[in-house]
């Protein structure tokens, strides 16, 4: 693996935190989020800062910027120094001169980080009107070279478009122009490939790899996907609730990590090789889809828009017990073959076969006898179990529909609870009072409860924290042992698939472009697609749970 | 959009039929005889007789009612039972002083409340938000003539500044004599309506103001102000324009109250005269512009969400 390990040594001091100290309104009488800690970064140079959710990595950035959300946060100790400014000591007014102009930041979502009314070039031109006294054409003229520079396309066009217009990668493209426009000092990133598909994110990072090496620009990188890391990095910085881990040099750092708590966030990190295949299924396939096809009408009163074919004559059979693997990007049509399997939506043609009965075009009351069979864990645990609903509720809800009396669906709730890992208590919570990690437990619980033969998991993983991740991993896993259960699990994240699946399904714009065993398909993949997937992936050539290159051993 | 617009202008026919119909209805589902309603209780025989002569009443209902419609299309919409006068240039009289008030007083909530509710919002849980949701619960509360005839006491009565009652025409007694005597009536109509809009714009706003794009516009170094005005108030806009749409067609056919208050010539007077005075031609002509209204109203408040919000496009 080839790191980034220049040195800084000759360079000055772009920024300097030291000992800071966020907290809450002394009222809340707790631990600052926080806890003192020190951070430099040089010019030109790359720093990441790492940590799960709530270790304050994004509270740290927006300290910077001084945008720490009035009468929550505040700071209450330690020095910000930009070059030769106090930033802390700034007043309201040079803090929003100093913002865009010498610390800019970009941002995760970069559909709801641009705003949705305003045209992307005038969004960008808002800079230039905000902190220069440009004449507008001299404006417009940096706006059209600056969007060159992050490379757009027909970049007349794009000026005129609105941030829905545009793919993702396009969104965050603007973003980085919107932020480089002034030619900053420090550029922020807050986790501003997450939300992008493996092979635009490889290009983003690239991009702002460009852009810092033409402008001479520092960046501050917060992430917590350990291969972004690995690819981008000079220094890596590891917070651990409000504390300040760990810092050193990239390579030193994955190769020989001081603290237990950044061996453990390393050795969380899902390994891109397959799991050891397990003796081949006997029996017929649980579910059975053949010739899937899913078009949505293109509609249109005077002019008739194109169709959109979202799956395209997909075919394949999970076994008992097994758990199939869909893969995939944004638009290629993963979770349209989900949703058509729950039966959520109607399928245009095609069979899916659930235990011999073929459930494609049954009507909702046919299909009622069969739902019970299959079981859905989404992707977001914060917005998928109501709110306003005990979590025994929910968990009791669906046995209750299928005639199950109410205190025994309760007694095997209670019993679930432990299975997946939380006390039996937690039926009378509500699931605000859990962890995003907890609430997918819950979620699955949910799921299960149902006693389902196919349980399809969309993302399910996704939004948790590597190590969250793998113990949720671990208990998809013993469940299937136990129960037998077949998983239909969709992600998007190579190295989640390789960790679960026993078989893995490729798809590209509603076609499956390649299946066959994980070990095979993510081990020698046939397809370009799934070469150029695997090739994206970051930090692909380095074993982060030992510590080594891939192959070293 | 074109297309858009006019499928939703061919839309209002069948609206304004079902309406029609009702309005037609309205008269023959009364319980007794519609020559007899109109006529009163004093009528003799013969002057019933001569009623339902004039108006038809002879004739099948489906006749009577196309021969109602044909008279609608051509935009007769009848003679008043009371003065003997066409309707159509009754209301002709009465509709530019209501609608003339109604865009006034439209006009001055708006200016008046956006700028609370964007404040209140931006300043959430200060004093100033809870000054505005106060006045807020205020304005609904008081009933109109209440505040009506506290403002004649205080600007016309005790300032002097203000004629107490009466209306001046725009076209004809020129734009200060019409704001003279406007602007009392106007504002009173208003605080309803500046409570209503206020509230809606903060907490639209306050919606707004969590979302990624206005943090996006600090970090861009943008001023407060601009943050809040063009970022933040656009994306904001389409339930407050929907509040404000509603409210401009509720005040084209509720303003009874104050053109009583303040002696204006309106259309709501109109109403209610002939309500008192059983003028059935003038009531179901009401009722028909009010539909009218409230149709086309709709129709303009959701081509307006298009111009604020790129992504609404039908």
């Given at each position: 693996m080839l790191f980034k390990s220049r040195n800084f040594d000759e360079a000055k001091t772009v920024l300097r935190i030291e000992d800071l100290v966020v907290s809450l309104p002394p009222a809340a009488k707790v631990k600052p989020v926080l806890n003192g800690i020190s951070l430099n970064i040089r010019q030109g140079e790359t720093v990441c800062l790492v940590g799960e959710s709530g270790s304050g990595k994004s509270v740290t950035s927006l300290a910077v910027m001084g945008l720490l959300p009035k009468n929550a946060l505040m700071v209450t100790g330690g020095s910000i120094t930009l070059s030769d400014t106090d930033l802390l000591a700034q007043s309201a007014g040079a803090m929003q001169d100093i913002r865009a102009r010498r610390v800019a930041m970009i941002f995760q979502e970069p559909m709801t980080a641009l705003n949705p009314v305003l045209r992307v070039g005038d969004q960008i031109e808002e800079v230039l009107e905000s902190h220069t006294k440009l004449p507008a054409d001299e404006r417009r003229r940096r706006v059209i070279d600056i969007m060159e520079q992050v490379h757009l396309p027909d970049v007349e066009r794009i000026y005129r478009s609105y941030p829905h217009q545009l793919s993702g990668g396009q969104r965050q493209r603007i973003m980085i122009a919107m932020a480089l426009v002034l030619e900053p000092e420090l550029l922020i990133a807050d986790e501003p490939t997450t939300a992008l598909d493996v092979t635009t994110q490889k290009q983003i990072l690239s991009l702002i790899a460009e852009l810092q090496e033409k402008h001479g620009t520092a960046v501050l990188f917060i992430t917590h996907d350990m291969g972004v890391v690995a690819e981008i990095a000079d220094t890596v910085y590891v917070m651990n609730h409000g504390d300040m881990v760990e810092s050193a040099p990239i390579e030193t750092l994955l190769s020989n990590p001081q603290e237990d708590y950044s061996r453990k966030l390393l050795a969380a990190v899902p390994s891109l090789t397959p799991r050891v295949p397990r003796p081949a299924p006997e029996g017929a396939p649980v579910l059975k889809v053949r010739r899937l096809n899913k078009i949505y009408g293109g509609g249109g009163l005077f002019v008739r828009r194109p169709d959109t074919h979202a799956a395209k004559e997909v075919s394949f059979d999970v076994a008992r017990g097994r758990t199939l693997g869909i893969v995939g990007e944004s638009g290629s049509g993963k979770s349209t073959v989900a949703r058509c399997i729950m039966r959520l939506i109607e399928p245009t043609n095609g069979t899916i076969r659930l235990r011999d009965a073929?459930?494609?075009?049954?009507?909702?009351?046919?299909?009622?006898?069969?739902?019970?069979?299959?079981?859905?864990?989404?992707?977001?645990?914060?917005?998928?179990?109501?709110?306003?609903?005990?979590?025994?509720?929910?968990?009791?809800e669906g046995p209750v529909n299928y005639g199950q009396s109410p205190k025994q669906a309760l007694k095997r709730a209670a019993e679930l609870m432990e299975i997946v890992g939380l006390p039996r208590d937690s039926l009378d919570r509500y699931p605000h009072q859990f962890s995003g990690g907890q609430r997918q437990r819950i979620a699955i619980a949910r799921a299960v409860a149902m006693q389902p033969d196919v349980l399809v998991a969309d993302e399910a993983v996704s939004a948790l924290d590597v190590s969250v991740q793998a113990q949720v991993l671990e208990l998809l896993d013993d469940l299937q042992e136990k129960l037998g259960i077949t998983i239909v699990f969709i992600t998007h994240d190579l190295r989640v698939a390789a960790q679960i699946c026993d078989d893995v399904l490729v798809m590209q714009r509603g076609e499956v472009v390649e299946h066959g065993p994980a070990g095979e398909v993510l081990g020698n993949p046939q397809h370009a697609y799934t070469r150029s997937l695997i090739e994206a992936a970051p930090g692909r050539s380095w074993d982060f749970a030992n510590f080594r290159a891939l192959g070293a051993a | 959009m074109l297309g858009y617009i006019i499928r939703r202008i061919l839309a209002i026919i069948p609206v304004m039929l079902i309406v029609a119909i009702f309005v037609f209805l309205l008269l023959r589902l009364t319980p007794g005889d519609p020559a007899a309603i109109i006529a009163g209780d004093m009528a003799t025989p013969e002057q019933l007789d001569r009623i339902r002569e004039a108006m038809g009443l002879n004739d099948p209902l489906l006749t009577q009612f196309m021969t109602w419609i044909g008279q609608l299309l051509k935009g007769d919409l009848g003679v008043s039972l009371i003065s003997g006068t066409e309707v159509t240039e009754m209301i002709g009289q009465r509709i530019f002083p209501t609608l003339n008030m109604a865009l006034l007083t439209i006009v001055i909530a708006v200016l008046i409340a956006v700028p609370m509710g964007v404040i209140a919002a931006w300043r959430h849980r200060s004093w100033i938000d809870y000054a505005v949701m106060s006045f807020s619960v205020l304005g609904f509360s008081v009933p109109v003539f209440v505040i009506g005839y506290l403002f004649i006491l205080v600007f016309s009565i005790t300032l002097g500044w203000l004629p107490v009652q009466g209306y001046a025409s725009p076209s004809e007694k020129g734009m200060l004599a019409f704001l003279d005597r406007a602007i009392l009536p106007a504002l009173t109509l208003a605080t309803i309506y500046v409570a209503l809009i206020a509230r809606?714009?903060?907490?639209?706003?306050?919606?707004?103001?969590?979302?990624?794009?206005?943090?996006?516009?600090?970090?861009?170094?943008?001023?407060?102000?601009?943050?809040?005005?063009?970022?933040?108030?656009?994306?904001?806009?389409?339930?407050i324009l929907t509040v404000i749409g509603t409210g401009f067609a509720l005040l084209i056919s509720g303003v009874v109250v104050t053109e009583s208050v303040f002696n204006i010539p309106g259309i709501g007077r109109l109403t209610v005269d002939a309500i008192l005075a059983r003028d059935y031609p003038v009531i179901q002509a009401m009722i028909l512009i009010t539909s009218g209204t409230y149709v086309v109203v709709n129709l303009l408040i959701d081509i307006s969400y298009t111009i604020f919000d790129p992504r609404i496009r039908y």
């Open positions: 073929n459930i494609a075009h049954l009507s909702r009351k046919e299909l009622k006898p069969h739902r019970k069979h299959l079981q859905v864990v989404f992707q977001d645990p914060f917005r998928s179990l109501n709110p306003r609903w005990t979590v025994g509720r929910s968990l009791i | 809606m714009t903060r907490a639209s706003m306050l919606e707004v103001l969590g979302e990624d794009y206005i943090r996006t516009a600090r970090a861009k170094g943008v001023r407060e102000s601009k943050v809040l005005f063009r970022h933040a108030l656009r994306n904001a806009s389409v339930p």
